[in-house]
């Protein structure tokens, strides 16, 4: 009897470990991308207002929301982009960052010097005019990075992370599902 406690306890000790990593931010599996407009910082529209989400419509699309831009947000930007140069011909995929910021402002030289240092092409650089993030994306304020992507306007994948918890093995995870929307 001793040892079951015992199991029955480590089991519900693993799955409140598992459950307390697990953060829900941004759009889930086959929910619709809503148009949102940013401020491009240093994508070909650099200055302008407008909705990247409603250029790139149906395409295979990358969106990923920061609160920072951190050197693992970095690594996954670059490689993401790496992955979006490799594809925007053939299967016209597309890619933003949007960092979520009460001072927009304040974002556009550091997002610039991280274009050029990182050499990120394919990727604009914008900024949304607060930290809560568009009202139908549901960016959780525990995220500081939130990753989806869809086709086909339909979201096929998710992926949040705390601070602190982007990692390379993350990264690849991330890198790898774009598979997922390259039909």
């Given amino acids: 009897m001793r040892k079951f406690v015992a199991f029955c306890m480590m089991a519900l000790a693993a799955v409140n470990v598992v459950s307390a990593a697990d953060i829900k931010s941004g759009l889930q599996i086959d929910e619709f991308p809503a148009a949102f407009n940013v401020t491009d910082i240093t994508g070909p529209s650099a200055g302008e207002k407008l909705c990247y989400r409603c250029q790139y419509g149906a395409r295979p699309v990358i969106s990923i929301f920061v609160r920072k831009m951190d050197e693992n947000t970095l690594k996954l930007v670059k490689e993401l982009d790496a992955v979006v140069g490799k594809n925007a011909e053939d299967k016209k995929m597309a890619a933003f960052v949007t960092v979520l910021t009460d001072d927009p402002d304040g974002q556009e030289a550091s997002l610039k010097k991280a274009a050029e240092e990182q050499k990120i092409e394919h990727t604009p650089l914008t900024v949304f005019e607060n930290a809560v993030g568009p009202a139908k994306y549901k960016i959780s304020e525990k995220a500081s990075v939130t990753v989806m992507m869809w086709v086909d ?7 949040a992370f705390e601070d602190g918890k982007l990692d390379a093995e993350a ?11 390259l039909n």
């Fill in 153 to 159: 306007s339909n979201v096929k994948v998710n992926y």
């Fill in 171 to 181: 990264i690849g995870k991330v890198v790898k599902d774009t598979e997922k929307i």
